[in-house]
């Protein structure tokens, strides 16, 4: 019986995943945690955790370094619900061409004004007039599972594009049409496009990544589209870009006080993934990668740990977080060769500095002596977490 504890709503299907040998809570100790959003950073982790899913992309709300020091497997669910995403930035490059925003919210406005309303509308809606997309330039900020489909949307409206990615995988640069070019860095970017769209994730190196000196390198009149994260934009710097004409509309699904406060910026309450579809898939897919974890110690999609996948058949198993240095698996194994232990199957393997080792052992070891292996290994240097399947 294992726990898992939500953090956000989770839609059913993807609970339903777990099946009765689970136990889901709100609050309390659990083995694995759910999430969508949920800020963590300030959340006491308890010990019993031992892998977090997130149903959906950014984890910038999970203290994932720390978690990695415990040996605690982050997972997220990569391109679960790039589709929802890109249809609100095309759905985006509309509402702010058109003026859709300030154009519907006036029409709004005339409710009450009775049979003078046609001709009122009329008469108004030259102060709406807009442009086409067609034909203008899109510069796009990460070609991840989000940018990619973008790209290769926007050529199908007929947008000139251009994307920016210097660690873009090899699996999108498959995907991504040969028509979009590639800018060798921001500059190009910022200087020749009319939008811009920011897919990267919030990192150290990304937050502030639109600021004073990309604004001033910009055409006047850009439209910029932030479906990312809202501290990839410097907000005082925004403030300027839009009060001086530099930037036409901020589109943003992350507004808060200060963004709402400024003019021509559009909000959206960070609706980007919130369709039916993706939901699912994000949910579904977060469920099935946490509870392979618990059942079997196999990794697949984790942000702070390796793919590392060994067939399970309910043999028994130690699974081994650990840092990535030499002799950790030589350490290991010697204490299996102690105890005249038969090694079935293994696999290590690292991603940056952290490690992850599965062993399987043969059957009919006494389970003290395990937990005594288990233990050892824990004490060794360098490990993080050491669990033992069976
Ligand atoms: N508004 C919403 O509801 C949603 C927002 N997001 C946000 O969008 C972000 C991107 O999502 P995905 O495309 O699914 O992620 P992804 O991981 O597939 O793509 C991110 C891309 O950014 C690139 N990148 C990283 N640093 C970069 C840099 N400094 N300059 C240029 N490119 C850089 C990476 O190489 C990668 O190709 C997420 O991290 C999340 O913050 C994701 C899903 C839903
Ligand atoms: O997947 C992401 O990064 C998102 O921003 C989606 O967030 P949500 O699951 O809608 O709270």
Redesign the pocket.
């Known amino acids: 019986m294992y726990t898992i504890q939500t953090l956000n709503n989770i839609v059913q299907c993807g609970l339903d995943v777990f099946g009765n040998q689970y136990e889901m809570i709100t609050e309390g100790e659990a083995d694995g945690i759910l999430l969508r959003s949920f800020p963590m950073h300030t959340m006491e982790l308890p010990a019993s955790v031992k892998a977090i899913a997130r149903a ?3 984890v ?1 709300n999970i203290p994932v370094e720390a978690c990695t020091e415990k040996g605690i497997v982050v997972f997220n669910t ?2 679960a ?2 589709n ?2 890109k249809e ?1 930035v095309l759905a985006s490059l509309l509402l702010a061409s058109r003026n859709l925003w300030d154009g519907i919210s006036w029409a709004k406005s005339l409710y009450g004004y009775g049979d003078i309303v046609p001709e009122l509308v009329e008469a108004g809606k030259k102060e709406y007039v807009g442009n086409e997309i067609r034909g203008k330039r899109l510069g796009i ?7 990619a489909l973008v790209a290769n949307d926007a050529l199908a409206l007929e947008m000139e594009v251009i994307g ?6 090899v699996e ?1 640069a498959w995907r991504l049409s040969r028509q979009v070019q590639r800018a060798v860095n921001l500059e190009q970017i910022f200087a020749t496009c009319d939008y811009i769209t920011i ?5 150290e ?2 937050r502030g ?1 639109l600021n004073a000196h990309a604004f001033r390198s910009m055409k006047k009149g850009v439209r910029i589209f932030n ?3 809202g501290e990839l934009v410097q907000e005082e710097d925004l403030r300027d870009a839009l009060e001086s004409g530099i930037v036409a509309n901020y589109v943003t ?1 992350f507004p808060n006080n200060t963004v709402l406060g400024m003019k021509n910026v559009i909000p959206i309450p ?5 369709t039916y579809e993706s939901e699912e898939n994000c949910a579904i897919m977060a469920a099935r990668q946490l509870k392979t974890y618990l059942e079997t110690g196999n990794i697949r999609n984790s942000v702070n740990f390796p793919n590392v996948e060994l067939p399970y058949f309910g043999q028994k198993r130690i699974t081994v977080a650990h840092k990535n240095v030499p002799n950790m698996v030589g350490q290991m194994t010697a204490f299996l060769a102690e105890h005249h232990i038969n090694i079935a199957d293994m696999i290590n393997r690292s991603k940056g500095s952290y490690a992850y080792t599965i062993i399987d052992i043969d059957n009919g070891v006494d389970a003290h002596i395990k937990e005594s292996i288990a233990t050892k290994i824990k004490n060794l240097p360098g490990v993080a977490a050491v669990r033992i399947i069976q």
């Open positions: 959906g992309a950014g910038n990569p391109g619900n790039a929802a995403v609100m900020i990460g070609l991840g599972a989000i940018g920016y990615d210097p660690y873009v995988s999108t897919h990267v994730p919030l990192v190196q990304t990544l479906f990312s994260r699904d960070h609706l980007g993934a919130s």
